[in-house]
C-alpha cells in the first residue's frame, strides 16, 4: 500500500516562498514518477511538476523558472521548493506518485496541503 503525506503548506505573501515535502511509504521509491499537482476553488486538478526517478523534470508553463521539483530517493521523500509565489498560486497542493508495470500505470494521491498567497 502506498501512502503520501504532505506537509509544508501555509500562508505566505506575494512573492514569498515556500517549500512543499512529500514523505512517501513505499517499498521501491525510485520506481515512481513524482508529481505535484494542485486544485484551486472551482478549478480541476492541473499538474504543476513531475520528476521521474532519474530526476528528468516537467513543470507547468505556469510555474516555470518559479517552482523547482526534487526528490532524495534515499529518504523516500519529493519537495516542492515554490519561489515568487502570486496569489494565483493559491489552491490545494496534492503529492502523487506514479507507477507503471505491464503498460499498467497507477497513481496514488496525498491528501493535500493547503497554500494561500495573499496580495
Known amino acids: 500500500q502506498v501512502q503520501l503525506v504532505e506537509s509544508g503548506g501555509g500562508l505566505v505573501q506575494a512573492g514569498g516562498s515556500l517549500r512543499l515535502s512529500c514523505a512517501a511509504s513505499?517499498?521501491?521509491?525510485?520506481?515512481?514518477?513524482m508529481g505535484w499537482y494542485r486544485q484551486a476553488p472551482g478549478k480541476q486538478r492541473e499538474l504543476v511538476a513531475t520528476?521521474?526517478?532519474?530526476?528528468?523534470?516537467n513543470y507547468a508553463d505556469s510555474v516555470k523558472g518559479r517552482f523547482t521539483i526534487s526528490r532524495d530517493n534515499a529518504k523516500n521523500m519529493a519537495y516542492l521548493q515554490m519561489d515568487r509565489l502570486k496569489p494565483e498560486d493559491t489552491a490545494v497542493y496534492y503529492c502523487?506518485?506514479?507507477?507503471?508495470?505491464?503498460?499498467?500505470?497507477?497513481?496514488?494521491w496525498g491528501q493535500g496541503t493547503q497554500v494561500t498567497v495573499s496580495s
Open positions: 520528476i521521474t526517478s532519474g530526476g528528468n523534470t
Open positions: 513505499v517499498r521501491t521509491f525510485s520506481s515512481y514518477v
Open positions: 502523487a506518485a506514479d507507477w507503471t508495470i505491464w503498460n499498467n500505470s497507477y497513481r496514488y
